[in-house]
């Protein structure tokens, strides 16, 4: 038997001496060296006493070394717990203990607390920092050099990946080895990567998009990645000369089109740019063509399914719309009450079923069975639209479908409106308690630095686009909308912190 990841992802730069990262410093890890690194780690994993399947939380800021230890996990047959560095202690309790993690790796900054979790679930600690230093990579410099990948399975976990838990506790996807593999072939093939490409990688690497998209599928592919720690604008105009690919969040992109050095000259040889993990506006993708002449590729997927739509390399990149669903991926949207597929064009449930499709939540059956079907389609929570040309655009997650009055209203029809309003660079409408509707439209409206929106101007421009039902009752002109560390909009604060709009 193989190892499915390793076998495709990591041996196949062994004796590869060209870069394979370029650091923020501008130092070179060449193939060779990566793989060398990555088994010993391997060996250090094996030595402290973990086996196959053994989870390994890990909390660390983004480096070559923390890639080379998820590249030494898929080595020692070592489940991969990715945690997002922002969280805190107690929120790392939570997933240690739930996964039964058998190590944990943290920032030696926080070293105190996290060994103090460690101990209570029972976990080994140890630690690695952004500088590559820690307790971690001093076991890896004094390790035998040379470890052989265990064998595992298709079927095999290779990931476990925590969902944000913004309407519960957080549920871990459980990833196997196949789903990832197959995933990033489709991707490759999709997006034409090759290993005459070098991909500006400023994403973390503790969610889909970073580790499973962006890494994997240059890892795939045999390309070269600028591996650095986050966006900055001014990094990022820095390094494009030397990239050929970019993927982004569209925080990303919509600050770079702030920045007056950010040029078609700039961008003209490049190959790609991709957006995800939050939906990127329709004026942004236009902007974004008009000063460089490049159409943003825009996809869709979520921790449970890695991607499964994607606007096409060759043919229209559709502005508003994530495109259709990759090869061997099927996508239908259905209602969300009764599960029948519903008439093209009219909004219902995304569900997905595929390869990628994840297997279930751990520890969670139920969770599983509910949103899990048995003819293998996920329910995934957002509600969408499927053209006549097999084109998806999301609409909104279910979660924030507002009933007022006994209709249904999706925030993103009205967001779309709002969004071309002077004055306003983004919105966010939300549902909160109403005496006598149920629930009442809110529209949060982000305004410009320059120009303050017309509220009347934007009431008449809403009402002459809307049914009364679906206009909002409220209007708030903020500065910002709070995001998460992927750049989606945390609508559930803003439905706390506006839900005594109504209240008399």
Known sequence: MTNPLFDALIAPHANRDAPLLILEDESEISGRSFVTRAQKYARVLSDLGLKPGDRMAVQVTKSGEALALYAASLAAGVVFLPLNTAYTAAEVTYFVTDSGAALLVGDPSKEAALREVASGAGALFETLGGDGKGTLSARADSAAEGFAPVARGAEDLAAILYTSGTTGRSKGAMLSQRNL???????????????????LHMLPIFHTHGLFVASNVSLLSGGRMIFLPGFRADEALKWLPKATT?????????????????????????????????PLLAETHIAFEDRTGHRILERYGMTETNMTTSNPYDGERRAGTVGPALPGIEVKITDPQTGETMAQGEPGMIEVRGPNVFKGYWNMPEKTAEELRADGFFITGDIGVLDQDGYVTIVGRQKDLIISGGYNIY????????????????????????PDFGEGVVAVLVRSKDQAPDLDAVQAAVAAGLARFKQPKRYVVVDDLPRNTMGKVQKNLLRKEFEDSFRT
């Open 246 to 278: 970019m993927m982004g969040v569209p925080t990303f992109y919509t600050r770079l089109l702030g920045e007056p050095g950010f040029t078609r000259d700039l961008t003209a040889h490049m190959r790609l740019f991709t957006s995800g993990s939050a």
């Open 411 to 434: 925030p993103k029809e009205i967001e779309l409106i709002l969004d071309e309003q002077p004055g306003v660079v983004e919105s966010a409408v939300v549902g909160v308690p109403h």
């Open 181 to 199: 593999l197959e995933n990033a072939k489709v991707l490759v093939e999709a997006w034409r990567f090759t290993a005459d490409d070098t991909l």
